[in-house]
């Protein structure tokens, strides 16, 4: 509302606008009107959709999610898939679905020995039926040997792909005997640079070191060496170091360290395994080739172990000389401080 206080603001008032009317008809006469006019607002018809989708399918997943569109009032989730470029294909995704079938499968397995075992007093050894299932689980993880480890359909490599395939590993290895759970743990040192190029997304590799840790505790010094030859193998078309790739990651050094670790204990214990042999010489060269490749390895790319075994030091003073051991406390004193 506009409050005229006297009669010749209302006259002032009027002459204005007369003029501004006056103006606004000159400028439409010489077409300068058009100019100004404000763009309108057009909203195109949406035809509404007959057939409706509420339910999708994510392509990797073994389940289903509800989503929404603009007529459904339901809030929308991200259904894109971020896999990798290998992942998108449709091979690759349909061996993965298989893969992710399996593992269902082998938890279902695994829950019942578990909840029998609550069941009843812990015993070292199964028998009967428990036993045949510990090993049914076994046989569906057991390994095969591939000669192109990036292109392995390995049962075992794809299930420790996969983050529950690696929670799965870690629950049954308390269960095997030792030889199975062994013959575990040589495949993954064996194949463990691809398995640590595969666990750049999850990070999981190290709920596997404690389950580990207890199985390299039983090694004996024959079984030691194979597992940390298998560290050493160089998988074919890599030019990179095994050792290298390791000793980048925090599950792989942890696992190295854990293996040099029992190699000193079992020499400290059993002197009549010092005495000149091809297994003493194996294992001589093996802690020398990791020596060097620790010392010539950037403090910086070091990944901090899981746990620092206290005779690591000592096991490599008896076999490297003094200057190159105090080159290692100085990678693995900085290596922590990183």
């Known amino acids: ?15 204005y606008y007369q003029k501004l009317e006056k103006k606004q008809v000159d ?9 100004f006019e404000s763009l309108k607002l057009v909203t195109p018809y949406i035809q509404k959709a007959e057939a409706y989708e509420s339910v999708v399918r994510i392509e990797g997943s073994l389940g289903q999610v509800a989503v929404s569109t603009c007529f459904s009032p339901r809030r929308a989730i991200d259904a894109v898939s971020h896999g990798t470029q290998e992942q998108d294909t449709g091979a690759a995704s349909s061996q993965r679905l298989r893969v992710l079938s399996r593992i269902e499968k082998m938890f279902l397995q695994l829950l019942e020995i578990e909840e029998d075992q609550k069941d009843e007093i812990p015993q070292p ?3 009967g ?13 057991k390994t095969q040997e591939q000669n192109n480890l990036e292109e392995a359909a390995d049962s075992f490599l794809q299930v420790l792909s996969v983050r529950k395939g690696k929670t799965l590993v870690a629950r049954l290895l308390p269960f095997l005997p030792h030889d199975r759970a062994v013959s575990l743990l040589l495949a993954i040192t064996q194949h463990l640079p691809l398995l640590v190029r595969r666990d750049m997304a999850d990070q999981a590799l190290h709920m596997l070191f404690k389950p580990l840790g207890k199985c ?19 998988p074919p078309g890599s030019s990179e170091r095994p050792v290298a790739v ?23 214990l059993d002197s009549s395994l010092e005495k000149p042999n091809s297994d003493h010489t194996a294992w001589t060269d093996l802690v020398v080739l ?19 075994p206290r005779n690591l030091l000592p096991l490599f003073c008896h076999h490297v000389d003094k200057q190159l051991v105090q080159q290692l406390e100085a990678r693995m004193e900085l290596a922590w401080i990183y």
Request: proline share 3%; hydrophobic share 50%; glycine share 6%.
């Open 1 to 15: 509302m506009v409050f005229i206080p006297s009669v010749n603001g209302f006259r002032k008032a009027q002459e």
């Open 27 to 35: 400028e439409e006469l010489l077409g300068q009107r058009n100019r």
């Open 125 to 127: 050894f199964y028998s």
């Open 129 to 141: 039926q428990k036993s045949n299932q510990v090993e049914k689980l076994f046989q569906a993880l």
């Open 216 to 234: 390299i505790s039983q090694l004996t010094f024959r079984e030691l060496l194979q597992g940390l030859q298998g560290l050493l193998v160089l």
């Open 246 to 268: 390791i000793l980048q990651n925090q599950f792989g050094i942890s696992l190295l360290y854990a293996l040099l670790s029992h190699g000193e204990q079992l020499l400290a």
């Open 290 to 308: 990791i020596a060097w490749e620790i010392a010539r390895m950037p403090a910086a790319s070091l990944a901090e172990p899981l746990a620092f």
